[in-house]
């Protein structure tokens, strides 16, 4: 049987895996799914409709689950927050659950999540992250596999960030940043992050090496990102992560409203890619 402190509030129609433990002052909703392995701190609280996989820590004063902050909800709306495995929520994380009818914001697995930092409502966050302390994620923000947001980052509603992608602390995005680059300052890319693909586990020599030339088109040879995508369009011989980084792009040009958000910049003097 799970190990419920006598002092946590669970509702009797949550359904906990025989091995949580739920610390005192823990408050777990109805509607609630916790998995095998999955340890909740002292006064974390689970709101309805939020699912944990296996293995994920909620530490104290973290709420999952919470009402989005959009003042034309309706708490009545049945929506979700959608968590996989080996997650860690330090203290005082907010997420929030979706805004429309059986919408979910998403997380994926082996994330982490530091002190006070904030996904609102229909994020969908990949696997492998660093949520630094403070950072900010606004409704419908996309955050990619092993991305790393340095302290109080900030990223606009409908902001895409591509995998791998590093930034500088107190930084922000209000436009698309695709995958493999250093951002800085507000929609300033720097340089390709270097560092994050040389430690990237499956990257081959020949994968860098197209990703350089893919951020080269894209950024150095002074052509509109419709221009260079027409221009990476022309290298059949790419392997997957530099198509990812071009299919990034494809979906930046194409975007529609509200995401029509627009490729980040390079930031003038930017850093070498190599």
Known sequence: MPRIHPLAVVDPSAVLADDVEVGAGAVVEAGVSVGAGCILRPHSVLRRGTTLGQRNLVDSFAVLGGDPQDLGFDRKTDTFVKVGDDNTFREGVTISRATKPGGATLIGSRNYWMANSHAAHDCVIGDDTVIVNAVLLAGHAVVGNRTILAGATMVHQFTWIGESVMTQGGSGASMHVPPFVLLAKVNEIVSLN?????????????????????????????????????????AKDWGAPAGRFRDFVRRVVAAEKPRNRGLCPRRRGGGEED
């Open 194 to 234: 270097v560092v994050g693909l040389r430690r990237h586990p499956t990257l081959t020599h020949d994968d860098r090496r197209q990703i350089k030339e893919a951020f080269r088109i894209t950024y150095r040879s002074n052509l509109s990102p419709a221009k260079a995508l027409a221009e990476m369009d022309a």
